[in-house]
């Protein structure tokens, strides 16, 4: 069993978006923060990103921000998280996540969402990190992806044993039991190359 004390959320920046996207980061920072799991995200108040902060604060729960210095300029960062960091550059502030986080969790979002997926995927594989990964896949709005992976496979890009370098569940619910249940296997990066 995997103890999780801080959870990094990867999501959207928009709030122009289907309410179901919005209530599932706000019940999401609701269990976050009755577990007493703490948010870690990318310090923005737009969007998901900031429904899902507001919500984890709500409820009583800490978030640490970490947020760019040419976002943050634009006055986008939250102002009330428990921390925030402002940083030089993206590339600072993914590995700042990385480091404070002990899994992650993929919400819908968009391009910057889909970026952050495909990186924190490619580093376990590379064995940079062995931290557990969960996709939710809300509304069926990460299947397009499971299916290009499927064809990464098929094309022999990728082995199939790496489709497990993600577990993916449906609902919010899902989230907690499956990263307790996550197993604590660690890749070698040396067999990535097929």
Request: aromatic share 6%; charged share 25%; glycine share 8%.
């Amino acid at each position: 069993m995997n103890e999780i004390k801080s959870l990094c959320v990867y999501c959207g920046s928009s709030i122009n978006v289907d309410p179901l996207y919005i209530e599932a980061a706000k019940q999401m920072g609701k269990i976050m923060a009755e577990a007493g799991i703490r948010l870690v995200y990318g310090g923005g108040k737009a969007g998901t990103m900031g429904v899902i902060a507001d919500s984890v604060m709500q409820h009583g729960g800490e978030v640490i921000g970490i947020i760019p210095s040419h976002i943050s300029d634009r006055e986008i960062q939250h102002k009330g998280l428990t921390e925030l960091h402002v940083v030089d550059t993206m590339h600072v502030r993914k590995q700042m996540m990385v480091d404070y986080a002990d899994a992650f969790l993929v919400l819908p979002g968009g391009i910057g969402t889909l970026d952050e997926t495909c990186e924190i995927m490619t580093w376990r594989q590379l064995g940079i990190h062995d931290k557990p990964i969960i996709i939710a896949n809300i509304n069926q709005y990460w299947t397009p992806f499971f299916d290009m992976i499927d064809l990464i496979v098929k094309e022999g890009f990728m082995r199939e044993n790496d489709k497990r370098i993600a577990i993916i569940v449906k609902t919010i619910e899902d989230v907690l039991p499956a990263l307790q249940k996550a197993p604590e296997e660690k890749f070698d990066p040396s067999s990535k190359w097929i």
